[in-house]
């Protein structure tokens, strides 16, 4: 199975909305993953010489931490992330005020919910809104990873988030 997701970079912290406000910018990183192909980690772009290459990436923790919490969550346990490859083509600055550690923290929200879905776990149970609030918390950052999970200006309070609708 080849996944591939691509997640936008984000400014937060906006105008009065600190801690509230984020924008998805036209910005995006692109991770693709692999269930058929060699095992391994491969990076380009952005960070491409100082990323771990060791499975150790944050991309690849949060893929193992949210099927934990997922599966913890919905009193669904054996579910196994299977051995892949993981290519990362990064656009977004490393640690430059644009949301790449939102990016890669909704990147691997993402990916273990197409692998959830594949193992068999109803996509009722996956929601937009349920996985944002699972981003947040591994992240820290609703603001980043609100508007990274859902685009566009989104405000995030208490934990959830919702895009911004002027009508």
């Known amino acids: 199975m080849r996944i591939t997701v691509r997640v936008p970079a984000t400014s937060a912290n906006l105008g009065p909305g600190f801690d509230c406000f984020g924008l998805a910018l036209d910005l995006c990183n692109e991770v693709i993953v692999d269930t058929d192909a060699e095992p391994g980690v491969t990076w380009e772009g952005e960070g491409a010489d100082e990323l771990p290459t060791d499975g150790t990436d944050m991309v690849s923790r949060v893929i193992a931490e949210a099927v934990e919490r ?3 969550n919905w009193r669904r346990p054996n579910a196994t992330i299977p051995a892949m490859a993981l290519r990362g083509v990064n656009r977004i600055p490393l640690a430059r005020g644009l949301g790449s550690s939102a990016a890669a ?3 691997g929200v993402q990916i273990a919910r197409v692998l959830l879905e594949a193992d068999g776990l109803s996509s009722k149970y996956l929601s937009s809104r349920y996985l ?9 950052h609703y603001d980043n990873v609100a508007a990274a999970m859902v685009g566009g200006f989104t405000i995030a309070v208490d934990g959830s988030a919702e895009p911004f609708d002027r009508h």
């Open 132 to 140: 944002t609030h699972v981003a947040g918390e591994l992240e820290g």
């Open 105 to 107: 923290t909704v990147a």
């Open 70 to 72: 997922i599966c913890t």
